[in-house]
């Protein structure tokens, strides 16, 4: 069964930092660009980048680059989402997706496996 799972969110300080973790099983990660999304409450969806399935390329959305890094481990069939400087409107349900794609994009739809999120509240 491919599942992708989100792990190490939790609370945090304006300023403060959380490193997320996407463990993927049930298939081979090498082949897979791995994205990373989240939504806010009453917002949609929104990319936050993505890495190539080589780790070689990287994307980010405007919003967070400088603040967040992508990188991933394909012997651990593992991606992590590295969040630093963190504002409270990076309070989100964070998402990692897993797709094949021939160019790095943001879109949801391009990514064909989804894991079922983990909390980020950035609060004082």
């Known amino acids: 069964q491919s599942q992708l799972v989100e792990s190490g969110g939790g609370l945090v300080q304006p300023g403060g930092s959380l490193r997320l973790s996407c463990v993927v099983s049930?298939?081979?990660?090498?082949?897979?660009?791995i994205g990373w999304f989240r939504q806010a409450p009453g917002k949609e969806r929104e990319g936050v980048g993505c890495i190539s399935s080589s780790g070689g390329s990287l994307t980010y959305a405007d919003s967070v680059k400088g603040r967040l890094t992508i990188s991933r481990d394909n012997a651990k069939n593992t991606a992590y989402l590295q969040m630093n400087s963190l504002k409270p409107e990076d309070t989100a349900i964070y998402y990692c997706?897993?797709?094949?794609?021939?160019?790095?994009?943001?879109?949801?739809?391009?990514?064909?496996?989804w894991g079922q999120g983990t909390q980020v509240t950035v609060s004082s």
């Open positions: 997706a897993a797709g094949k794609l021939l160019n790095l994009a943001l879109h949801p739809s391009l990514y064909a496996y």
């Open positions: 049930g298939f081979t990660a090498d082949y897979y660009a």
